[in-house]
């Protein structure tokens, strides 16, 4: 088998783009697992156009796809582009139905929904966090570029925790909030296979990946607990590699608790010692940002996620001075 595809078992296929060469478009492009059992098909986050579709285009008679098959359901973890571009590729062409957590349905239906909730919603950090609409503007070219368009697509019904599909091997939905608040992951138990979605992010994320103004700190420690307790064998995560072995996933979810509660603590800390800017907070808990443009940015989101979650359960103070925003408790 190629190695941007691996067959995990009969059923369970694994699409992962290895870029060749530094010049390929993009960075990040997402997992995307198909299930197969016997007339039935799911794709769990068809991703990008220009790098899971095209894989899948290669490895898969798509008229096979779309005579063997009566049922055929892609499952999305959250609303973002590179997770559910490609989706509306195989609604249209394949009849595949689409489904997702409810609070993510809108979004995923939506450009302009899927887009400002990126953006909307900076309330404590209005003047800060907010990006001028050329920045938008590029920010959504770039993405185009890497991962094609979005196309209009239809969500036929929405998951909750508790759901189940398929029999052999069955698919469990379970509610991860963290990224967004309407992420899931899915469960193969017979395989003992957790596809987490953005919970985990091996490639970006620190802790967690906390990288637009829904994400949320509290949800995400009590999603990681929560998968802590399955029984993993091997942890597809949302970008990066397959990790297998019970104990190392169990670690690895540990360190993403620990590291988790280490930026939580860092940024009280800064802050009970005397009102600091935005900058200085994410300089102060990443001193490696200071230097790197795509970091800073990374971390500014992350940051403000806890700020948030520190200002919901402690309350900050916010004060404009000599034109600078400080932040204290
Ligand atoms: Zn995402």
Redesign the pocket.
């Given at each position: 088998m190629s190695k941007n595809i691996t067959e995990l078992s009969n059923n369970l296929t694994l699409l992962k783009y290895k870029f060749q060469n530094k010049f390929e478009r993009g960075i990040g492009s997402p997992n995307s697992l198909i299930v197969e059992e016997d007339d039935e098909i799911a794709i769990i986050d068809p991703a990008t156009w220009t790098h899971n579709l095209k894989l899948f285009l290669k490895y898969r008679d798509i008229d096979k796809i779309k005579d063997n098959y009566s049922v055929k359901k892609i499952f999305l973890t959250?609303e973002?582009w590179d997770?559910i571009l490609s989706s509306s590729f195989y609604q249209e062409k394949l009849g595949f139905t689409i489904l997702c957590h409810k609070l993510e349905k809108d979004a995923v239906e939506n450009e302009e929904i899927l887009f400002t909730h990126m953006f909307d919603d900076y309330s404590i950090l209005e003047k800060e966090m907010r990006i001028s609409t050329i920045s938008k503007k590029i920010i959504k070219k770039a993405i185009t570029w890497m991962w094609g368009p979005y196309k209009p697509m239809k969500v036929s019904n929405t998951l909750k925790e508790g759901d189940s599909f398929f029999d052999n091997p069955q698919i469990k939905v379970i509610e991860t909030p963290s990224?967004t608040l309407g992420s899931l992951s899915f469960y193969i138990p017979s395989e003992k296979i957790l596809f987490s979605g953005?919970l985990i992010d091996l490639e970006l994320g620190v802790g967690l990946d906390l990288n637009n103004p829904h994400s949320s700190v509290k949800a995400g420690l009590r999603s990681l607990e929560k998968i802590k307790k399955l029984d993993v064998e091997k942890l597809i995560p949302?970008h990066g590699e397959i990790v297998e072995g019970k104990k190392i996933i169990q670690d690895l979810i540990e360190k993403r608790i620990q590291e988790t509660n280490c930026v939580y603590n860092k940024l009280i800390e800064l802050l009970e010692t005397s009102p600091k800017t935005l900058r200085s907070l994410i300089i102060g808990v990443f001193p490696e940002s200071r230097w790197k443009i795509n970091v800073y940015y990374l971390r500014k989101y992350l940051i403000f996620a806890y700020l948030n979650e520190i200002n919901k359960t402690k309350g900050l103070n916010i004060e404009q001075k000599m034109n600078k925003t400080l932040i204290s408790l």
């Open positions: 959250h973002h997770h990224h953005d949302g």
